[in-house]
Nanobody, 122 residues
Framework: QVQLVESGGGLVQPGGSLRLSCAAS????????MGWYRQAPGKERELVAS????????NLADSVKGRFSISRDNAKNTVYLQMNSLKPEDTALYYC???????????????WGQGTQVTVSS
């Protein structure tokens, strides 16, 4: 069974930085696109950033452009979200998402992590 496990969330002051990590583990054949979503209380889940399988193309939500960046280490099956200049409105539960093909399978499953809380407050 393949799973995604996020880490790196926490409480940070406005203007601070955090780096989220999401590692895929299990019987992995290959990983296609990966991304980060977030959901604040009372709001819908929104895409924050995504990255292609080769890491060459990234996409960032307008609200985080210039402050956040996404990267991945395919050798470690891990995707990162570097968050700088954090604002209170960035407070949310951040979820990792990935399209993963399990070993000996021919299809990609869209999987979610359990989420990691990011709170920006003074």
């Amino acid at each position: 069974q393949v799973q995604l496990v996020e880490s790196g969330g926490g409480l940070v002051q406005p203007g601070g930085s955090l780096r989220l990590s999401c590692a895929a583990s299990g019987s992995i054949g290959s990983i296609n696109g990966m991304g980060w979503y977030r959901q604040a209380p009372g709001k819908e889940r929104e895409l924050v950033a995504s990255i292609t399988s080769d890491g060459r193309t990234t996409n960032l939500a307008d609200s985080v452009k210039g402050r956040f960046s996404i990267s991945r280490d395919n050798a470690k099956n891990t995707v990162y979200l570097q968050m700088n200049s954090l604002k209170p409105e960035d407070t949310a539960l951040y979820y990792c998402n990935a399209d993963i093909r399990q070993r000996y399978s021919s299809i990609y499953d869209n999987l979610w992590g359990q989420g990691t809380q990011v709170t920006v407050s003074s």
